[in-house]
């Protein structure tokens, strides 16, 4: 497959996430180490429609490791979902004489790669980029790490001002549908309540919690609520639901937003996102196709786009527990 596979192209699509410069970086000097041509595109799948392409070399890629998001630029393509939008896009994929192309993203990313498989056979290969840790065939995705350690710091900081006024905290956390985020977080910071979109608590039962903490002699909680859980329709509708039914706590609110998608990549998303770019680039030597690279059990595995996209990643059993032990 090494002769069929001459010029490789790689771009980030969807959501930012920390270490996506670095699989970009190992894409990119696996492409050299193996003798290959790499072309940038940037953009994303917007980008790959206008031709907005530059060949990448092993120097082009210094000194990005380090640096939070995507230096090839990442976009929505509301064209791409469109059959006419794919065709634009691989008449500049002949055009630059690319025989492959790596994405770096989500399950939006991978779907947009499955389309132009599908319909101009085009090989692709996925590499898991997004802070939900929400693809499956995957123990990690690029991100979950560093913003796991952005969540923390931030709710570090949040309960001396909880602890110092005696204050009720619900601190929000990206993860629409998947509760890894707020699971862990709230664990590593001895977070009081967790709220995730895989378990529907039910108000009633958190103001029961509520009120036997209170009890107990607590002053001052930090509840970690994921963007997905409903208990309230927001986060602030929830905050307000337990002032009206809770009295003596003294509420307050902090969303964090898209700071959890910032910021330099710890050393674990580098390494994970440096193995990942060299599977990918040698997935495609061996000749594979539609499916992404992941690491399940510290080995680079290949699972199919469809399976990464539609499989179910259950949350860890054994954290649950050590929530239920450690919350008391």
């Given at each position: 497959m090494l002769e069929k596979i001459k010029k490789i192209g790689v771009l980030t699509s969807g959501g930012d996430s920390p270490g996506m410069n670095a699989a970009i970086r190992?894409?990119?000097?696996?492409?050299?180490?193996?003798?290959?041509?790499c072309i940038g595109v940037y953009r994303g799948y917007q980008g790959l429609?206008?031709?907005?392409?530059?060949?990448?070399?092993?120097?082009?890629?210094?000194?990005?490791?380090n640096r939070?998001?995507?230096?090839?630029?990442?976009?929505?393509?509301?064209?791409?979902?469109?059959?006419?939008?794919?065709a634009k896009a691989y008449e500049q994929i002949k055009k630059a004489g690319l025989d492959a192309l790596v994405v770096i993203g989500g399950d939006g990313t991978f779907m947009g790669a499955i389309h132009l498989q599908n319909e101009h056979n085009f090989p692709t290969i996925g590499i898991p980029g997004t802070?939900?840790?929400d693809i499956?065939?995957?123990?990690?995705?690029?991100?979950?790490?560093?913003?796991?350690?952005?969540?923390v710091e931030a709710i570090d900081k949040i309960r001396d001002t909880a602890s110092s006024h005696d204050r009720l905290f619900l601190v929000e956390v990206m993860g629409r549908d998947a509760g890894d985020i707020a699971l862990n977080s709230g664990i590593g910071a001895g977070a009081e309540e967790i709220l995730i979109p895989e378990e529907n608590k039910g108000i009633e039962q958190l103001l029961f919690s509520l009120?036997?903490?209170?009890?107990?002699?607590?002053?001052?909680?930090?509840?970690?609520?994921?963007?997905?859980?409903?208990?309230?329709k927001n986060i602030f509708e929830l905050a307000e639901y337990i002032g009206d039914n809770?009295?003596?706590?003294?509420?307050?609110?902090?969303?964090?937003?898209?700071?959890?998608?910032?910021?330099?990549?710890?050393?674990?998303?580098?390494?994970?996102a440096s193995?990942?770019?060299?599977?990918?680039?040698?997935?495609?030597?061996?000749?594979?196709?539609?499916?992404?690279?992941?690491?399940?059990?510290?080995?680079?595995?290949?699972?199919?786009?469809?399976?990464?996209?539609?499989?179910?990643?259950?949350?860890?059993?054994?954290l649950r527990r050590v929530l239920n032990i450690t919350t008391v």
């Open positions: 190992a894409v990119v000097r696996s492409c050299s180490f193996y003798k290959l041509e429609i206008e031709g907005d392409f530059e060949e990448l070399t092993a120097r082009s890629v210094r000194n990005v490791i939070g998001g995507t230096f090839l630029k990442s976009a929505r393509s509301d064209e791409f979902r469109t059959k006419e939008g794919r802070i939900d840790n499956a065939g995957t123990d990690y995705t690029i991100g979950y790490d560093t913003a796991l350690n952005t969540v009120d036997k903490s209170r009890k107990s002699g607590k002053t001052s909680s930090i509840i970690v609520v994921a963007e997905g859980e409903k208990s309230g809770l009295k003596g706590y003294d509420i307050r609110v902090s969303v964090l937003g898209h700071i959890q998608r910032g910021g330099a990549p710890s050393c674990f998303d580098r390494v994970l193995r990942l770019g060299v599977g990918a680039v040698e997935a495609l030597m061996r000749g594979e196709n539609k499916v992404m690279v992941g690491v399940t059990n510290k080995v680079v595995t290949s699972v199919d786009f469809e399976v990464a996209i539609k499989g179910q990643k259950p949350l860890d059993e054994e």
